[in-house]
């Protein structure tokens, strides 16, 4: 496994919200939820199939279950790394990555799939954690990439504590949070894909607009509670991989 450096992940991060805006190209944050993966076949915590439909939250995604019955939550995290490895971007995460070509993008993700560095975006901030990385019990910044889909029961970091999926559970601060904060705050326009806006703090990142003036484009079938914005909201009623392309063809016209 080779060891994650953290810092300098963060750092790169902070060096694109420090850095002076191009003239010629807007900032564009595009904020994913797991309606952006769906079309990529990865089931969401709501589906009635897929691997989520067998398990309750509590039995694989709390630290208390860790704690209980740690065989079943790396069982869980094994399998989801397994089916992962089959899946492909879908037209939606294609369409977020060619923004990149005509303006400034970074993504931040609920999500813990790495489907949007597979069709190319190059700046992506996983709020929740990150699938195919392990993390030590008691450095949550010791971080390793995992090469293959399983994780060993006994499998340790390098300060010799177990090793666990580097996601964050429910109960669990979001670290990411902060960070993800500021780069909402660089935002000329904000692109709101596949959340229902009910997950906190997630959610609460439209908070953090640097004026009311800017524009957010909601992309999603369903009814997100839109109540919490407040800044010009267009609401494309489609489904990711059908509305995000729509949008990026008409940014594209209109940058």
């Known amino acids: 496994m080779k060891e994650v450096n953290l810092t300098e992940t963060i750092r790169a ?20 939820g797991a309606g952006v993966s769906a079309d990529s076949g990865i089931a969401t915590f709501r589906d009635a199939d897929g691997l989520w439909a067998n398990y309750r939250i509590e039995e694989v995604c709390t630290p208390e279950a860790l704690s209980i019955n740690r065989d079943k939550v ?10 992962s ?37 190059t700046r992506v901030l996983h709020l929740h954690g990150e699938l195919m990385k392990l ?8 971080i390793y990439q995992i090469q293959e889909w399983e994780q060993s029961l006994d499998a340790r970091a390098k300060d010799g504590a177990l090793l666990r999926p580097h996601i964050v559970f429910f109960g669990e601060d979001v670290p990411m949070f902060q ?44 009814t997100p509670d839109t109540s919490i914005i407040s800044n010009p909201l267009t609401h ?13 063809e008409q940014l594209r016209k209109e940058l």
């Open 13 to 32: 991060f902070e060096t694109w919200i420090n850095a002076p805006k191009a003239s010629n190209k807007k900032r564009i944050v595009v904020f994913t």
């Open 135 to 142: 993390r030590s019990e008691k450095n949550p910044t010791l």
């Open 236 to 248: 494309i009623k489609e489904r990711g991989a059908v509305g995000v392309p729509i949008l990026v």
């Open 74 to 83: 790396i069982e869980f995290y094994n399998m989801r790394r397994k089916e």
């Open 179 to 222: 960070l993800a904060s500021k780069i909402v705050e660089q935002a000329d326009i904000l692109i709101i894909v596949g959340t229902s806006l009910a997950i906190y703090p997630a959610a609460s990142l439209v908070y953090y607009m640097r004026d009311k003036n800017v524009p957010i484009y909601l992309v999603d079938p369903g």
């Open 85 to 121: 490895l089959t899946k492909k971007p879908n037209d939606g995460h294609i369409a977020i990555a060619q923004l990149e070509q005509w303006a400034d993008v970074c993504v931040i993700t609920q999500n813990v799939d790495n489907l949007h560095e597979q069709a190319g975006s």
